[in-house]
Protein backbone atom coordinates (compact mmCIF):
# COMPACT_ATOMS: atom_id res chain seq x y z
CA UNK A 1 0.00 0.00 0.00
CA UNK A 2 1.40 3.53 -1.16
CA UNK A 3 1.41 5.93 1.44
CA UNK A 4 2.47 8.81 -0.10
CA UNK A 5 1.10 12.32 -1.18
CA UNK A 6 -0.15 11.41 -3.96
CA UNK A 7 -3.83 12.90 -4.60
CA UNK A 8 -4.47 10.32 -7.21
CA UNK A 9 -4.64 6.22 -7.40
CA UNK A 10 -2.03 4.73 -9.36
CA UNK A 11 -5.02 3.27 -11.77
CA UNK A 12 -6.06 6.97 -12.19
CA UNK A 13 -2.85 8.33 -12.65
CA UNK A 14 -1.89 5.56 -15.49
CA UNK A 15 -5.23 6.52 -17.15
CA UNK A 16 -4.42 10.17 -17.45
CA UNK A 17 -0.82 9.25 -19.06
CA UNK A 18 -3.06 7.13 -21.44
CA UNK A 19 -4.95 10.04 -22.13
CA UNK A 20 -2.40 12.73 -22.59
CA UNK A 21 0.24 10.73 -24.46
CA UNK A 22 -1.22 11.65 -28.01
CA UNK A 23 -1.32 15.45 -27.04
CA UNK A 24 2.12 15.55 -25.76
CA UNK A 25 3.79 13.26 -29.05
CA UNK A 26 1.45 16.03 -31.22
CA UNK A 27 4.26 18.52 -31.37
CA UNK A 28 1.80 20.99 -30.76
CA UNK A 29 1.20 23.67 -27.53
CA UNK A 30 -0.11 21.47 -24.36
CA UNK A 31 -0.91 24.81 -22.62
CA UNK A 32 -4.50 26.79 -22.52
CA UNK A 33 -3.29 30.15 -22.21
CA UNK A 34 -1.20 31.21 -25.44
CA UNK A 35 1.36 33.72 -23.62
CA UNK A 36 2.64 30.72 -21.53
CA UNK A 37 4.19 29.67 -25.00
CA UNK A 38 7.43 30.58 -25.90
CA UNK A 39 7.68 32.59 -28.97
CA UNK A 40 9.31 30.75 -31.93
CA UNK A 41 12.35 32.89 -33.23
CA UNK A 42 11.97 36.44 -35.44
CA UNK A 43 13.08 36.77 -39.22
CA UNK A 44 15.52 39.23 -38.18
CA UNK A 45 16.83 37.51 -35.30
CA UNK A 46 20.87 36.87 -35.04
CA UNK A 47 22.02 33.31 -36.58
CA UNK A 48 23.73 33.05 -33.28
CA UNK A 49 20.55 32.17 -31.31
CA UNK A 50 19.17 29.80 -33.55
CA UNK A 51 20.10 26.48 -31.67
CA UNK A 52 23.14 24.43 -32.32
CA UNK A 53 25.70 24.76 -34.97
CA UNK A 54 25.92 22.32 -37.42
CA UNK A 55 29.05 20.77 -38.96
CA UNK A 56 30.67 22.80 -41.46
CA UNK A 57 27.78 25.56 -41.08
CA UNK A 58 29.72 28.50 -39.76
CA UNK A 59 28.33 31.27 -37.92
CA UNK A 60 31.41 33.81 -39.52
CA UNK A 61 29.53 35.05 -42.34
CA UNK A 62 28.00 38.61 -41.56
CA UNK A 63 29.28 41.86 -39.96
CA UNK A 64 26.91 42.17 -38.06
CA UNK A 65 26.22 38.36 -36.16
CA UNK A 66 30.80 38.59 -36.07
CA UNK A 67 30.34 41.80 -34.29
CA UNK A 68 27.56 40.49 -31.91
CA UNK A 69 29.23 37.20 -30.80
CA UNK A 70 32.23 39.03 -30.08
CA UNK A 71 30.95 41.87 -27.85
CA UNK A 72 29.04 39.05 -26.05
CA UNK A 73 32.60 37.55 -24.93
CA UNK A 74 35.15 40.35 -25.31
CA UNK A 75 34.79 43.70 -22.89
CA UNK A 76 36.02 47.11 -23.23
CA UNK A 77 39.21 46.20 -21.00
CA UNK A 78 40.14 43.55 -23.67
CA UNK A 79 41.44 46.47 -25.91
CA UNK A 80 43.50 47.44 -27.56
CA UNK A 81 45.58 44.01 -27.82
CA UNK A 82 46.71 41.43 -30.86
CA UNK A 83 45.22 38.38 -32.01
CA UNK A 84 46.41 36.40 -28.86
CA UNK A 85 45.54 37.92 -26.28
CA UNK A 86 41.53 38.02 -28.00
CA UNK A 87 41.67 34.38 -28.63
CA UNK A 88 42.81 34.10 -25.15
CA UNK A 89 40.04 36.22 -23.24
CA UNK A 90 37.30 34.75 -26.16
CA UNK A 91 38.94 31.06 -24.95
CA UNK A 92 38.53 31.76 -20.99
CA UNK A 93 34.81 33.22 -21.60
CA UNK A 94 33.85 30.29 -23.67
CA UNK A 95 33.44 31.66 -26.96
CA UNK A 96 32.61 29.44 -29.83
CA UNK A 97 35.25 27.73 -31.33
CA UNK A 98 34.95 29.00 -35.03
CA UNK A 99 34.82 32.37 -33.82
CA UNK A 100 38.10 31.79 -31.17
CA UNK A 101 39.56 29.84 -33.93
CA UNK A 102 39.05 32.83 -36.55
CA UNK A 103 40.72 35.71 -34.63
CA UNK A 104 43.57 32.96 -33.45
CA UNK A 105 44.26 33.00 -37.05
CA UNK A 106 44.70 37.13 -37.95
CA UNK A 107 48.03 38.38 -38.51
CA UNK A 108 50.28 38.15 -35.07
CA UNK A 109 51.66 41.84 -35.57
CA UNK A 110 48.16 43.56 -36.08
CA UNK A 111 46.84 45.06 -33.21
CA UNK A 112 42.84 46.27 -32.70
CA UNK A 113 41.81 48.74 -30.42
CA UNK A 114 37.55 47.82 -30.34
CA UNK A 115 35.26 45.36 -31.68
CA UNK A 116 34.35 46.99 -34.74
CA UNK A 117 37.72 46.70 -36.28
CA UNK A 118 38.41 43.08 -34.88
CA UNK A 119 34.58 42.18 -36.17
CA UNK A 120 35.61 43.90 -40.27
CA UNK A 121 39.12 41.68 -40.23
CA UNK A 122 37.56 38.61 -39.37
CA UNK A 123 34.66 39.22 -41.63
CA UNK A 124 37.04 39.91 -43.75
CA UNK A 125 39.55 36.96 -43.35
CA UNK A 126 36.61 34.25 -43.53
Known amino acids: ?20 QELLRSGHPTR ?3 WQDPEPPADDDPRIFRGPVV ?5 MSTLESVRLELARHLGRTAFPAGPGELAGVLRHDNAPDDLVEAVRRLPRHARYDN ?5 ETVTAAS
Request: charged letters at 35%; glycine letters at 6%; zero cysteines.
Open 1 to 20: MQRGSDRLSVHRDDEMKHEL
Open 32 to 34: TED
Open 55 to 59: AGHSR
Open 115 to 119: IQQLA
